[in-house]
């Protein structure tokens, strides 16, 4: 072997390990940053009556924000907050389980059903 070959070998070990580090150090950044606004997407979701809609219907909220498209879930939170049927959605959530068939006055009634649908297959 001759002194430039060593040489570029070298520049390309040192250029594949730099590559490595900054790889990984992008997917560790990306999984906090995912982290972080998922929690941020809990706690919005906490604070509407969405979060007591899935747990009447039996919806793992956790589950609800790890399987649904965050354009969906923030979808749901739009049409939960515009809601003007806030009385009967408090009266209905505070008798504990809901069927999902029975949510007519849930603006968010089809996905909601769609999404208790998902859970209850086997699978």
């Known amino acids: 072997m001759n002194v430039i ?3 570029i070998g070298g520049l390309l070990a040192v250029l594949t390990l730099a590559f490595t580090v900054l790889l990984v ?3 560790v950044f ?3 940053a ?3 606004y998922r929690k941020s997407l809990a706690n919005s979701v906490d604070q509407l009556r969405l979060s007591k809609m899935l747990t009447a219907l039996g919806i793992d909220v956790d589950t609800y924000l ?3 498209r965050v354009v969906d879930i923030q ?3 739009d049409l939960c907050s515009a809601c003007e049927n806030v009385e009967e959605c408090d009266d209905q959530v505070s008798k504990g389980a809901l069927d ?3 949510i007519s006055f849930c603006n968010n009634e089809q996905s ?3 999404i208790a649908r998902k859970n209850s297959q086997p699978g």
Request: charge should be negative; avoid cysteine; proline fraction near 0%.
């Open 34 to 36: 995912g982290k972080k």
């Open 112 to 114: 909601l059903q769609e």
């Open 5 to 7: 070959s060593l040489v």
């Open 100 to 102: 999902a068939a029975d």
């Open 75 to 77: 979808q749901n939170m």
């Open 66 to 68: 790890h399987t649904e």
């Open 25 to 27: 150090s992008a997917i």
């Open 30 to 32: 990306n999984v906090n």
